[in-house]
């Protein structure tokens, strides 16, 4: 994503090139890592800088497949940590259970996902959560097909609207946000898994709309405009102290990664888990989401060390401090 980003990734290639060279990479071990687009810059960020630091004797491989396709490999034990850009599922969880899978729960920054529009578009400035209802809902389908639909005061042009495909942990989270329940949507959009696809399709679209999350429209701010977004008082654009003070509102949220309760007995995910959270606050900002409190970073350190396993994020409302939700019980 940012030139400190590909730096460091051409850093991880020559270690892992020299370690190829000298024949050790097949005894090297492997951290498998899969699932959400939204959570992978972060998690990219530290494998590299782990990679770097243990001189290449140890590979982590990350994946996009969406936080859907993550927890399928996850709780099918083929991968050691999943990125999740929303909590567990309860039919997630079934999965896990029925293949022994237990994991390690933890909120690793705060996301704030984010409405783009092109910059051409000076008419949307701000929208509504119920005009977000009216454009994204099911019954949409066919029916909202022009802007002006949605405001008299708006082109009568249509609209092109970008999203997430239906594995993805964003899409779950905005429709259920927006909408009121998990993908529930109109279902003609274009859709990807991969939020620069949605980058390039606002960026070339006046009349176009969609949402993804806040590190790929900051990283893309040249090309799209983010859209404030009124919930009741007024626009509020997406930034660090509106996702802190929870203005932002409802799509600012926490993002994850679970951690396979038996993949902690290997010494490089345990080593590379506590790498993560000691590093987590400078790469998180770094790549341009919002890291949480020293607190919950050590609580999720403790969590590891204590092998504290389940969900305590299931049904939970938004306006509770993460370090409270944190020292809850679990949810198996």
Same mark, same amino acid.
């Given at each position: !994503? ?12 020559? =270690? ?34 782990? /990679? ?37 599922? /309860?039919?997630? !969880? ?11 729960? !933890? ?10 529009? @092109? ?29 002006? /639909?949605? @405001? ?47 980058? /390039? ?12 999350? =806040? ?40 993002? =994850? ?42 609580? @999720? ?17 938004? @306006? ?13």
């Amino acid at each position: !994503m940012s030139n400190t980003i590909h730096f460091r990734t051409l850093i991880a290639t020559m =270690f892992l090139s020299a370690s190829i060279t000298a024949g050790v990479v097949n005894a090297s071990p492997i951290i498998k890592i899969d699932g959400s687009s939204t959570v992978f810059p972060i998690t990219e960020a530290v494998a590299e800088d782990f /990679q770097i630091a243990k001189r290449g004797a140890i590979r982590v491989t990350v994946g996009i497949s969406g936080t859907g396709g993550g927890f399928k490999k996850f709780c099918r034990n083929e991968i050691d940590i999943v990125n999740a850009s929303r909590s567990i599922t /309860q039919l997630e !969880m079934d999965a896990c259970k029925q293949e022994g899978v237990q994991y390690i729960e !933890m909120p690793i920054a705060f996301d704030a996902l984010t409405i783009v529009v @092109n910059p051409k578009n000076t008419w949307s400035k701000t929208i509504t959560i119920d005009e977000l209802k009216r454009i994204w809902e099911p019954g949409a389908q066919g029916v909202i097909t022009h802007w002006n /639909q949605i @405001n008299p005061a708006w082109p009568d042009k249509k609209i092109k609207l970008y999203g997430p495909g239906a594995d993805s942990g964003t899409f779950e989270y905005f429709t259920e946000a927006i909408v009121g329940k998990a993908k529930s949507s109109r279902g003609d959009f274009t859709a990807s898994e991969d939020d620069n696809v949605l980058v /390039q399709g606002v960026a070339s679209d006046i009349y176009a709309l969609g949402f993804f999350g =806040f590190a790929y429209y900051i990283e893309n701010s040249k090309k799209i405009n983010a859209v404030a977004v009124d919930s009741g008082n007024g626009g509020v654009i997406p930034s660090a102290a509106t996702v802190e003070n929870n203005s932002y509102k409802p799509l600012s949220r926490p993002i =994850f990664i679970y951690v396979n309760a038996k993949s902690t007995e290997k010494p490089e995910v345990n080593e590379f888990v506590n790498f993560y959270m000691k590093n987590a606050p400078e790469l998180v900002t770094e790549v341009k989401y919002f890291p949480l409190s020293k607190e919950v970073y050590n609580l @999720n350190i403790e969590h590891l060390d204590k092998k504290k396993t389940g969900t305590v994020f299931k049904d939970m409302g938004t @306006n509770i401090k993460l370090e409270d939700i944190l020292k809850l019980e679990s949810s198996l």
